[in-house]
């Protein structure tokens, strides 16, 4: 996809982007303004539907503010906190082994670089981008299975996994889009250009996208 067109795709889904709803997670991050906040989100929202999402970090936000919060909180307290998440065993786990790398490793406070946000226990690419993007408003591309899946649709990218992707975007979108690709694509990802079945014939950015325009030949 050229330049100019890539403009274009962005301008007109920022323009149909009211329409929808942001991403939980995005959500939070604009509302706490925490990067911690936000982290700990991004973790919880992992296979779990949105409005489960919603409602425990909502709880869990007001509750717990600090790595140190959670490392106060009895194992037990903290499960029945996020139970409705789901795998919350795990979780739980995870988010006090985390409180404790933040603690030890980085005086109580989030880090801020993608190379020692991935040293954390359980962030992965997608938790760290995020992170960045949305806990501390830089640039950075969250590429999640829509993000995937959706770039390679339109013929932005060619790539196999949601690495390639994240790599070759940043290769071709411009920085300022960066940030808010992923409220796009998920949104846009959500409603009509779905895994299975995309809703082509509503598409406003249909005449832009390779997979559309193969389909028609
Ligand atoms: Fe997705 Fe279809 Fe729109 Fe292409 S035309 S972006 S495949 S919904």
């Known amino acids: 996809m050229r330049k100019e067109e890539i403009h274009k795709l962005v301008e007109i889904l920022k323009e149909e982007f009211p329409k929808w709803k942001a991403p939980i997670v995005s959500l939070l991050a604009y509302k706490t303004k925490s990067p911690f906040c936000t982290l700990v989100c991004a973790l919880l929202s992992t296979r779990t539907r949105d409005e489960t999402t919603a409602q425990v970090c909502e709880k869990f936000t007001q509750k717990v503010k600090s790595p140190q919060d959670i490392l106060n909180m009895p194992l037990e307290e903290l499960e029945r906190l996020i139970y409705p998440v789901g795998f919350y065993r795990n979780k739980a786990r995870q988010l006090k082994e985390l409180a404790r790398q933040l603690i030890d ?8 670089s993608l190379e020692e ?11 760290a981008n995020l992170v ?6 830089r640039p950075a591309i969250c590429v999640d299975t829509h993000v995937h899946r959706i770039s390679n649709r339109l ?5 196999k996994d949601p690495y390639q992707t994240e790599i070759e975007l940043m290769k071709v979108l411009p920085v300022e889009y960066w940030r808010d ?9 959500q409603t009509i250009c779905k895994p299975t079945k995309p809703k082509c014939e ?4 249909r005449d832009l996208c390779e997979y559309y325009k193969s389909k028609s030949l």
Not at 202 to 205: D, F, T, Y
Request: with cysteine.
């Open 132 to 137: 960045l993007a949305e806990g501390y408003q």
């Open 155 to 159: 013929g932005i990218v060619k790539t």
């Open 181 to 189: 690709f992923n409220k796009l694509l998920v949104a846009f990802g």
């Open 202 to 205: 509503e598409c406003p950015v």
């Open 117 to 127: 946000l991935l040293k954390l226990k359980g962030v992965g690419r997608k938790v």
């Open 105 to 112: 490793n980085y005086s109580g406070k989030v880090p801020d």
